[in-house]
């Protein structure tokens, strides 16, 4: 059976200062083992629920097998899985996933940061990139980001982009060992005609990571 041919957009680059995007690169494995295991309080909260501890979850080999998967699904065109480099030095990933094309033509947006860069830009830039390579070269026409009400700053950054508050989905993921609510929002193709990168660069003037 022969390979699928990549979706449009993938693989893919993106840059804007500091700030790089990629496809995850095997030779991250030590890097990305390390930032999950030493960041484990501050992003175990939004994690999907698993029987398989903490450090299992994040340990090279972990790191190898997730690679495998959403490389895969990359190539299937379902997916746009992106490592954060900040100054060359891996800082987090922002995906997006499950794509559906046909007359939806959208996807839904994940991404974490590690917590020695978060508030610096970086997670909004990354986003913004992105959202604009995703309604450009990929063809998406929708990007839904699910978010949980306590997750105020997540709520904070997708809104500072554009993106609207569509409803509350009850009990909609498995995370952190329980059912929690998320609240939906989107942002179509046609919301910024000049673009999110451009709205990000209209908000944060000073480059990130400075």
Do not use: K
């Not at 629920?49 to 959403?70: D, L, Q």
């Not at 990359?74 to 891996?90: C, K, N, Q, Y």
């Not at 996807?107 to 309604?135: E, K, M, P, T």
């Amino acid at each position: 059976m022969t390979e699928p041919l990549p979706h449009p957009g993938w693989p893919a680059r993106l840059t804007w200062g500091p700030v790089e995007l990629h496809p995850l690169r095997r030779r991250d494995a030590a890097e990305w083992s390390r930032i999950r295991l030493a960041d484990e309080s501050w992003l175990r909260p939004w994690e999907p629920t698993s029987t398989v501890a903490w450090h299992a979850r994040h340990s090279p080999a972990a790191y190898r097998a997730m690679r495998r998967v959403v490389g895969r699904r990359a190539r299937l065109g379902t997916s746009l899985p992106f490592a954060i480099r900040v100054d060359g030095r891996l800082a987090g990933q922002v995906t997006v996933d499950n794509i559906v094309r046909g007359a939806l033509q959208a996807g839904s947006l994940g991404y974490w940061i590690d917590r020695s860069v978060a508030g610096r830009g970086v997670a909004s830039l990354a986003v913004a990139l992105v959202c604009d390579h995703a309604f450009g070269a990929v063809g998406l026409h929708r990007l839904q980001a699910d978010i949980r009400p306590e997750n105020l700053p997540s709520q904070r950054l997708v809104q500072r982009l554009g993106f609207q508050r569509e409803g509350l989905l009850r009990r909609y993921l498995d995370i952190d060992g329980e059912w929690r609510d998320h609240l939906a929002f989107s942002l179509l193709a046609e919301d910024l005609p000049r673009g999110v990168l451009a709205r990000w660069q209209q908000l944060s003037p000073v480059r990130p990571v400075d």
